[in-house]
Structure formats: C-alpha cells, structure tokens
C-alpha cells in the first residue's frame, strides 16, 4: 500500500494562538481518513496546510510524494478541494463554475455528468447567487470533482445538507472510494465519520488524541447496553457480551412470566466514544 499523506509533527500559531501542537498523521492511498473534533481544533488548519492554502511553522508534509508548500502544478492537478468557506462568482451560472475549473485540469471529467453526479441537473443554468446553501455546498463538491483528481479533501462537505441530501453525498463518497480514490473528510456529524471512514482522528486543541478504525475506538473504549422498564422504572444494563446477557436476562422474565417493556439494546457509536474524548466541551481552549 502506498502512503498519500505524511504529516509529521506539525506546528501553527496565529499571532500568539497555537492552532497546532504537533500534528502527526498517515493516510494510505485509497482510504477516507477522517479528522473529527471541535470548533477550534485545527482541523481546517490542518487540512488547509495540506492543500497548500496556508503555510506552516514547522513540521514536514509530503501529499502524493510533494510538498504542497511549493504549490507543484503536478500536485494541483491530482487533487481537489472542498473548503469550509468558499465564494464562486456569483454571477456564472452552476454549470459555468465547472466549466471554469474543469479548465484548471489536463484530465477534467464531462461537466454535465458531475453536475448531474451532485444532484444540480435542474439548476444547471441558474446563477450561484440564486442556490440555496445546501445547493452551493453541492456546487463546492462538483468543483471539487470536476478534475477526476486522485486525492479529495472535503472540510465539512455536507454542512447545510438535507437528509436526501447527505445519504446521496455518502454515496457519492463511497463510489469515488471504489474507484481508489484518497479522501480526506472532517466532519462534525459523527454517523457520517462511522459511516464512511476507514480510521479516523480525533484532534483536539491542535493535538491528536486518538486515532484508530471507528471499531477500534468504540470497541476500546465503551460496552453494549440493554435498557428496559422494571416496574415503570428504567434499568440499564452495560455488558461486554449483549447475547448472553440478554438471553439471562429474557429468560429470568419469562420465567416469571414477565415481560421486559421498552426493552432495546444499544451498541456504542462513534459519537459516544467521541463525547467521552472531547469531554462534550465545544470549546478548545
Ligand atoms: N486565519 C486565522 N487567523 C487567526 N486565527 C486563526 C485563523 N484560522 C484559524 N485560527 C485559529 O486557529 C484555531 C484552529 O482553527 P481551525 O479553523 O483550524 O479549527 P477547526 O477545527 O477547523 O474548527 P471548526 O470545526 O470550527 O471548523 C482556532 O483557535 C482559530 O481561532
Ligand atoms: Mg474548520
């Protein structure tokens, strides 16, 4: 397997801020990394060096075999780019914007099919002006594709979405992965992170506090629950073997001839582990 992204040890302040402590990270060839944490955290930071946008204070990067601070033309045409905040003008119409950076690339793919590929067939001809939010994020994800590129970095791309929405942008994802596409994703919707990525890391006032397959991180850190009602109170039960706890515990009602209400039992997601890490603070400071 070959190896997309190195960061190593990454370092960045803003006059006096220290965004990154330190950031260290692979990401293999073919895979969706996700970065995970807070407002503040350095994500945007981190992925935002990587892309060449902003420069770093120390640290040494290598993406697709360069360093993207010299801003190689061989690199600009093998990846593409979803930023959190971006502005097209606004006066050209969807398929204009394509059109425009589909000309940034030696191998562009057919502007129709990508504008179709992101659901904007019907606002093809309408000015950027006039997309709504979530149909201008749908647009940064057609940008971001139009260059077939071989490494995609996507800062929240499915902020604003709708539901329909966010389901075909999974899909979306997870066909580019089967192509063997690279994909670096940070998101603050956890189901997306489970639902997607290979392994993901958890950053954390500019350092990384855990890194893993979202198995790893779940099956380390938390064990099953069984909830029900026992005479209209709640009982909850945490168990490392939920088949054999539920049978002892189905088995002991029926017996009794009872019943266990409201009964459910609930593995651990990604978001628990993730709350338990960050300590549920919203803020990094
Ligand atoms: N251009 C900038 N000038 C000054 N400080 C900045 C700048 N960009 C980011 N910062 C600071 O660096 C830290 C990390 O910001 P960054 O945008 O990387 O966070 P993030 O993890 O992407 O957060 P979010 O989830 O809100 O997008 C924050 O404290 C932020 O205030
Ligand atoms: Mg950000």
């Known amino acids: 397997m070959t190896t997309a992204i190195v960061a190593n040890d990454l370092h960045k302040s803003y006059d006096g801020v220290e965004a990154l402590r330190g950031v260290s990270f692979e990401v293999q060839a073919g895979e969706v990394f996700g970065l995970l944490g807070p407002n503040g955290a350095g994500k945007t930071t981190t ?35 979803v930023l959190q905040q971006s502005e097209f003008t606004p006066h050209l119409t969807v398929r204009e914007v394509h059109r425009l950076f589909a000309g940034y690339y030696e191998h562009p793919r057919d502007v129709d099919e990508v ?33 077939d590129p071989d490494l995609v970095f996507l800062d929240e791309p499915t902020t604003g979405f709708d539901p329909a929405a966010r389901r ?24 997306e992170a489970q639902q997607l990525a290979d392994r993901v890391a958890v950053i954390q006032a500019g350092r990384i506090v855990s890194l893993g397959t ?12 069984i909830r029900f009602e026992m005479n209209g109170e709640p009982v909850v039960v945490q ?3 939920p088949t054999l706890t539920l049978h002892e515990l189905t088995s002991e009602a029926l ?3 009872r019943r266990l209400e409201h009964l459910e039992v609930r593995r651990p997601s990604l978001e628990d582990v993730y709350l338990d890490l960050v300590g549920g603070e919203e803020n990094a400071e």
């Open 239 to 241: 168990t490392e073997d």
């Open 214 to 225: 979202p198995a790893e991180l779940i099956g380390t850190a938390h064990k099953a629950e």
């Open 115 to 147: 504008v179709q590929l992101v659901g904007l067939e019907e606002k093809r001809d309408a000015r950027v002006k006039t997309l709504s939010g979530g149909q201008k994020r749908r647009l940064d994800l057609g940008v971001a594709l139009v260059g």
């Open 47 to 81: 992925v935002e060096i990587l892309e060449g946008y902003r420069t770093r204070d120390s640290g040494e990067v290598t993406v697709l075999g360069h360093d993207p601070a010299a801003a190689p033309r061989a690199l600009r045409e093998r990846i593409g780019v």
């Open 255 to 257: 017996a009794n001839g």
């Open 168 to 191: 075909t942008a999974w899909d979306l994802i997870r066909t580019l992965r089967s192509l063997g596409k690279t994909i670096l994703l940070t998101t603050h919707y956890l189901d």
